[in-house]
């Protein structure tokens, strides 16, 4: 069993910055033998894939429309997850979840067996 949180969302404006935070609490499989990757969605919308980081934080996938303002990172005792967003838009606002895969990352939501409940990121122009 694997229960993910979400933090650091929030209210910004464009050009800003925030750090979202993805912590586990887990029975069985260690959080640091889990790929985790970050999904956002809109109302209204499919959930978007963002970015994605292997077990032992090497291995990295980023959406198209993240790409080279996003950085997802494990942090130094991997039990937690990174997602640094950087030059934020008014169109990366959307509530942001982690989710685990016990498969390679991959950008398909499907893979994913275990989601947190989201962190609201809002920014404004």
């Known amino acids: 069993q694997v229960h993910l949180v979400e933090s650091g969302g929030g209210l910004v404006q464009s050009g800003d910055s925030l750090t979202l935070s993805c912590t586990a609490s887990?029975?069985?499989?260690?959080?640091?033998?889990?790929?985790i990757g970050w999904f956002r969605q809109t109302p209204g919308k499919e959930r978007e894939f963002v970015a994605a980081?292997?077990?032992?934080?090497?291995?990295?996938l980023y959406g198209d429309a993240v790409k080279g303002r996003f950085t997802v990172s494990r942090n130094a005792n991997f039990n937690s997850v990174q997602l640094r967003l950087d030059n934020l838009k008014p169109e990366d606002s959307a509530v942001y979840y982690c989710?685990?895969?016990?498969?390679?990352?991959?950008?398909?939501?499907?893979?994913?067996?275990?989601w947190g409940q989201g962190t609201q990121v809002a920014v404004s122009s």
């Open positions: 887990t029975s069985g499989r260690p959080f640091n033998s889990l790929n």
């Open positions: 989710a685990s895969t016990t498969y390679g990352i991959t950008t398909y939501s499907e893979a994913y067996s275990n």
């Open positions: 980081i292997n077990w032992a934080g090497r291995n990295t």
